[in-house]
């Protein structure tokens, strides 16, 4: 007589019901804008800490917007919200730092009209 085996399954983003599945570097920075926390990615041969605010797509490639906390290790001069393609993202990791909405992101903006895939609240 055999029993069945307890397994564990690990919660994972997933991908929304509509569009092209997300890459794991999308899973992850998803993550990221719905719990309002940081990443940390190399773009352009730069490492930096990003704040998330948004998650789109144009022309079908994924992009974000998200506010510089930290370019290699120092503080930007000014806060200011930056578009990023996700294919330029490498080495992207979730952080544990929060974040709060800058008042520079502007959800209402046309360009995320019918586009966003994931948003800060």
């Known amino acids: 007589m055999s029993t ?3 397994t564990l399954s690990l919660s994972r983003v997933v991908a929304p019901a509509e569009g092209p599945a997300l890459s794991p ?4 920075i998803a993550q990221a804008v719905r719990r309002k926390l940081c ?3 190399v773009y352009n041969r730069t490492g930096m800490t990003i704040a998330p605010h948004i998650l789109y797509t144009k022309h ?3 992009f974000i917007d998200g506010v510089v906390t930290l370019r290699d290790g120092k503080v930007p001069a000014e806060p200011k919200l930056g578009t990023f393609k996700l294919a330029g993202l490498n080495s992207v990791s979730l952080t544990a730092d929060a974040f ?3 008042p520079l ?3 209402a903006d ?3 009209e019918g586009v966003t895939v994931a948003k800060v609240d």
């Not at 570097?25 to 992850?28: F, G, K, L, T």
């Open 39 to 41: 990443i940390t990615a």
């Open 105 to 107: 992101y502007d959800p």
């Open 100 to 102: 709060t909405v800058q």
């Open 4 to 6: 069945p085996r307890k």
């Open 60 to 62: 079908d490639d994924p």
């Open 25 to 28: 570097e999308a899973q992850i």
């Open 110 to 112: 046309a360009k995320y």
